[in-house]
């Protein structure tokens, strides 16, 4: 994963959000595997829960566990920018998952127009 000092990230509104950040969160609200997955690289690296999953198939294996494994909502609280590859979005998540609600960062990193890495973290 690589190193981005999030600290330095300004605060956009969400419409900012490149497309292909919008269109991933919307898909994972819809819990549409197959348009999140389509979402990153080849050689795409997610970080969530004190995991790492790398490529597509182990990304899909996690979103596709993730979807009937608990049942949350998502609201999107927030938005920051770090410069044109990096971006911070502020999720509120409530379910039935240990804790019951939570506060979570998903830090993408871009190439292009497709995900590279996202790490979520609290």
């Known amino acids: 994963m690589s190193t981005v000092d999030w600290s330095r990230a300004t605060t956009i509104a969400p419409a900012e959000l490149p497309a292909t950040i919008t269109a991933y969160l919307a898909a994972h609200q819809a819990r549409d595997v197959e348009t999140e997955i389509r979402s990153y690289t080849a050689d795409a690296v997610v970080a969530d829960d004190g995991r790492v999953h790398r490529g597509r198939d182990e990304i899909r294996a996690w979103l596709s566990s993730a979807t009937v494994e608990y049942t ?18 502020l999720q509120h998540l409530e379910g039935d998952f240990p804790g019951a609600v939570v506060d979570l960062h998903y830090r993408f990193t871009l190439r ?11």
Do not use: C, K, N
């Open 112 to 122: 292009g127009s497709a995900i590279a890495e996202l790490a979520i973290e609290v």
């Open 72 to 89: 949350y909502t998502t609201e999107l609280t927030g938005a920051a920018r770090v410069d044109d590859e990096h971006y911070d979005v």
